[in-house]
């Protein structure tokens, strides 16, 4: 950038030239290393884009964040979704796993019983099939924790 500097010389004298800066302060500090001590500096700074070109780093990457969370999220949502129709059942293959379910329920050791049946019930439910009720044989105390 050219400025245009005024300046008193010695015998009181007015005087001017002209000097190539980056900015308003590199220009006073060559104009003083030089002996001159101008008056006035006249032009106008250069457009300061740094913190222009930062902030819109900021922008972009605080975008590329939102971008990448937004396709995580619908990918994990089409992911379950893909799962939960992978899992459903209809029709032989829905009998013919309840039939598994309430015969690992029936051979399930006494202690074991009980865990076995939810467990089971859950496989159900994620399977879009209605739950086993629970056995006639399963006392009630087996539904709370023992402690030792």
């Known amino acids: 950038m050219k ?4 300046y008193q010389d010695g015998e009181n004298r007015n005087c001017e030239g002209e000097i190539k800066a980056r900015s308003r302060d590199e220009a006073y500090a060559m104009l003083r290393k030089s002996g001159i001590r101008p008056y006035r500096l ?3 700074d250069p457009w300061n884009w740094r913190p222009w070109a ?4 900021f922008v972009l990457l605080a975008a590329a964040y939102a971008l990448t969370v937004a396709f995580l999220l619908g990918r994990a949502e089409r992911s379950s979704r893909e799962k939960a129709n992978r899992m459903a059942l209809a029709g032989a293959d829905a009998a013919e796993f309840r039939a598994r379910a309430a015969e690992a329920v029936a051979n399930a050791p006494e202690a074991y019983r009980y865990n076995v049946w939810k467990g089971v019930n859950a496989r ?3 399977r879009g099939l209605d739950p086993l009720p ?12 023992k402690e030792p």
């Not at 400025?3 to 005024?6: F, N, P, W």
């Not at 930062?54 to 780093?57: E, L, S, T």
């Not at 629970?134 to 924790?145: N, R, S, V, Y």
């Open 124 to 126: 159900l439910e994620e």
């Open 3 to 6: 400025y245009r500097y005024l």
């Open 134 to 145: 629970k056995p006639p044989d399963l006392a009630d105390d087996m539904m709370t924790e």
């Open 54 to 57: 930062i902030g819109a780093a």
């Open 42 to 44: 006249i032009g106008n």
